[in-house]
Nanobody
Framework: HVQLVESGGGSVEAGGSLRLSCTVSGNVFSFNSVGWFRQAPGKRREWVVRKTSTGNTIYKASVQGRFSISRDNAKNTIELQMNRLEPEDTAVYYC?????????????WGQGTLVTVSS
């Protein structure tokens, strides 16, 4: 069982930066994938970035070059550095991890943290 808690959201002007953090706890120590999703007001949740256990990292085209995902194993966190923020980045951001073996694949979600970017 895995628990995720996001932090670091807030309000920022366009062009600014924020760093989101996702604290991971539970009795699972390796993940098939880690990533971040977001849900803007009135829209469906969408994928932002995904990093697999094999080392592949894929970013949504609109955030490529501006956002960067990283893991801090000492702190047991998954970080999302967001630079050159745009009003279109306004959303609730969710941390996500996938774990388990084939036939018993699972995923966990955090509760979300709100990011507001003003023009």
């Amino acid at each position: 069982h895995v628990q995720l808690v996001e932090s670091g959201g807030g309000s920022v002007e366009a062009g600014g930066s924020l760093r989101l953090s996702c604290t991971v706890s539970g009795n699972v120590f390796s993940f098939n994938s880690v990533g971040w999703f977001r849900q803007a007001p009135g829209k469906r949740r969408e994928w932002v970035v995904r990093k697999t256990s094999t080392g592949n990292t894929i970013y949504k085209a609109s955030v490529q070059g501006r956002f960067s995902i990283s893991r801090d194993n000492a702190k047991n966190t998954i970080e999302l550095q967001m630079n050159r923020l745009e009003p279109e980045d306004t959303a609730v951001y969710y941390c996500n991890v996938g774990y388990g073996d084939y036939g018993d694949l699972r995923e966990a979600w955090g509760q979300g943290t709100l990011v507001t970017v003003s023009s």
